[in-house]
Each structure stands twice: as C-alpha cells, then as structure tokens.
C-alpha cells in the first residue's frame, strides 16, 4: 500500500510539471473546433447616437470633430450601431407641440450617412415619446412611423434595419413603467401604421423587446426573461431581432456567473431568430465590486463633469479594457449575434437629457466635445478600452461564424474565435495574476496571421492611435503557441 502510494504522490507531481510550462506558466490547451454556436453574426458595435444636446451646451460638432470620430470609427469597423433619439430634439418642438421632421436634423443625417456609406446596420429608435402622457398616443405613432419612413425612404438610409419604440419598457424610469401589455399594444400599433407606408415594414422590423437582464420592475409582472418569453409569444412575427441591455458587475462576469445568465435569457428567443445586447456596460452596485464601488463614489465627487448619478468613472482605467472584451467573449461563446457597448463618446447626452453640463452620462471612450464644452482638452484623447473594443469590433466582422472553442482553464481566462470568408481570428483575454501559454489548435492551416497585444506596458498605436500588431506575417500549421500574460489581451487574425 506504502508503494502505491508513493507512486500516485509521484505521478501527480509529474502530472503537474507536465501540465506547466518550462518558464513555470500554466499551460493551457485551446481546441478552435469548425463547429459554429452561432451563424451570420451581426456584430459588435457602439451605442452612437446623435449629440441630441450639443447645441443646448454651446457647441454643435465641428466638421474637424465630425472627421476625428469618423477616423476612429473607421478603424473600429463596428458591425451594427445603436442609434436612439429624443424626439422634443427632433421632430417634435416641445414649445408648440408641432411637428416637422427637417427639425435640428443636421447631425442625425450626417451619422446615419457615415453608416450608410460603410455599410453598417443600425438600430434606430426612441428613447421614449415626445412626452410621458403620449406614451399610449396616436399623435406619437403617427409622428414617429413617419419620421422613419422620411429616414428610410425619403432620405434613403436604408442603413437602418431595425426600430426601438421604447428604450427600456420594463424600467421603473420608462414611461411605460413595465406595463407589458401596453408596450405590446403599441408594437402592434406603430406595426400597423408602418404598413401604411410602400415597403417600410419590409425594410424595418423591431429590435425587441430592450429590456434590461437581471433586473425586475416590483411593479411589472415579468422580468426580463418573463418579457422574452410573452414577446416571443405573442408578437414573434413582427420582432426581427431581440435585443436586451445589460449591466453586470465585474465579479459577476469574471466568476462566470453571467454566462449562466445569458443562457437564461437566450432560452425564450424562438429558433431561427437572433438576439444581441443592444446596450452592455459595468456597473458596480454588487457587494462583490464593493471596492470598485468605493473607488467610483470618490471619483464621483471630484469629477466637474458628472455627478456619477448615470456613468462609469472607471472607463478611464486600463482594467476596463479587459472587462469588455471578456463580456464580449461570454456574450459570442453563449450563442448570441452581437453586442454594442455603450457608449461611444461622452459628448451624447446628460443625466435625463436635462441639459447639465455638470452631470453628463460618463460611459465612454473619449469626450469629442472636451474642449468646446468642457474646456479640456484632455478628455477627447483616446482612452485605453477603445484599444480592446475596437480590435473586438473590426475582426469579429458581419457574417462571421462565431466558433465553438474548448480550454483547460480556469475562469480567469476567456477566449472566442470566429471565422469569415476563410479567414480566422482568436481573441483571449487574462485577468488572472499569473502569465499563461496558450497552445491553439486551429481547425486548419492559416498563414499570414497578425498579433495584437493589450498589455499596461505595450499597446502599440498609430499616429492616430489605432492599434497595430506587434508581429505580422506568421505563418503557422494548425498550431499555434504564445504567452499572455497576466492582465492582458491578445488578438491574433489573418484579416484585413
């Protein structure tokens, strides 16, 4: 018995160093099967809406600022935008309760021709109604379906492929405050008044039905998983996509008890139809991000621009670059078709579209109108998660095939490979504190292959601060083998 045992102490101490890297990292097998979890990915992307309140600050968009955002955006190459307006901006005069869709309308029509010329899908809509009494009005639909036939056909922005008529219904902060019910009969509403328009309907069908995951309004009767399931239900022939927000804390992502979350939600979407998150940021509410918490609480304070009552002052840090990603991957590996991050650029809106330049929504990767509104500069400037988000959104392209992959790991590593039009690409992101080798199978030969890396010390950029690889032109069999390190971010891609 005495030998046995020393025999099983002695294999599972080689087993260990076998397991281990000659350096000491571990060693981690990453299989990239042919088998796809999910086909025809629409993308990632951005919520970008159109600076609704920059003439209310003092500054509408310059021209070089429109050029600066356009020429980030041509990096990122995001497959689908969430562009979401507030109609007394719009089309609707708040002071006359007239109606005139040429009204203040510069901005949205120079964002939705940027989309249309590089042939990105947007999902339009409306935060809520004009005002909260016409929620259940037939001025509004009438108003609103015309505006986005005037969109559509009118101006030709065939870009838009999707409508939001409510942002977030289940919230107790929604004008429809979770009534189900009433959502779904304005659905068929502003359904039937589309089908007044040659084509419209055609062209247009409802993202739905926007309501956020992990969340329940005390008032409502479902929760969000509970409103999939009725949509799916009852109004499944007018939903051309579904669409949910989510805000997880870091803890709840990094344990992996979010991937148990998505399936939860995914389960009601009927086969055949696909379901994206339409917003997707961090909050920090939970007890287990009580420190980060802590740390945004004191930022909150401090900052000139937001009283941190609807932002996250942590989209400064270079760690956040790590959270989206690893979100990202949890959302393509658990079978979805895409995510937008919220947000693009500071510069969109303030806390309940007030106006206050003192509380804006903070979410994003730059503030375009640092200089003009908020007299720095600084805030303009880049910030370290477009690095990650960007390489997210641009070599995960529209079409691709999100590929099933397989790891011996733990849950500090996460990684998603995709292929399309026969070209590959693997994504991996460390939040441990411990550098790992990564040794991939590919379900093929690939050559001509490009490494990017996200680390607190290398994150190479361009003179426009567009990451670059820091090797090209690897050529590989079906294996391939790396380091990553702790707290970092690599991608590796034979596309253009």
Known sequence: MKKIIIFIVQLSVMLFFLSCSPSGNEKVNIVISSEAVST???GNGVEWDPYDEAEIWGSSVSDEDWQKLFTRVDFMRPGYIRLMINSPFRYFNPETAEYDRTRNIESLVRLLQYCQDNDITVMYGEYNPPTWEMKDD??????????????VNDLGFSCIRYFVIFNEPDGDWASTNGDYEL??????????????YPGLSEQVRFASPDVVMDYKNPVSEFDAPGWINKTAEDVDDLVGLYNVHAYPGQHQVRSGQFADILADHKAGVPEGKKIVLGEAGYKYWREEDSILMKEY???????PFTEGSDANLLVYDYFYGLDMPFLCMEVMNAGYSGIAAWMLDDAMHSNGDSGNTKDIKLWGMWNVLGEEVFNDPSEEEIRPWYYTWA???????????ILKSELNSDNNLRVAAAVHNGRYVLAAVNVGEKDKELSVSFPEKIENLSLYVYEEDQRPVNKDGHPIPVKTGINIGNRF???IKAQSFILLTNME
Not at 138 to 151: A, K, P
Not at 183 to 196: A, C, D, H, V, Y
Not at 391 to 401: A, E, K, Q
């Open 481 to 483: 083998e790396t380091k």
């Open 297 to 303: 609480q004191q930022r909150a304070k401090a900052h």
């Open 138 to 151: 037939q001025r509004w639909v009438d108003m609103s379906v015309d505006y986005l036939n005037y969109l």
């Open 40 to 42: 025809g990915y629409l």
């Open 391 to 401: 390489l997210m959104c641009r070599y995960f392209p529209s079409g691709s095939d």
């Open 183 to 196: 959502w779904k009969s304005m659905l068929i509403r502003f359904s039937e008044k589309m089908g007044e």
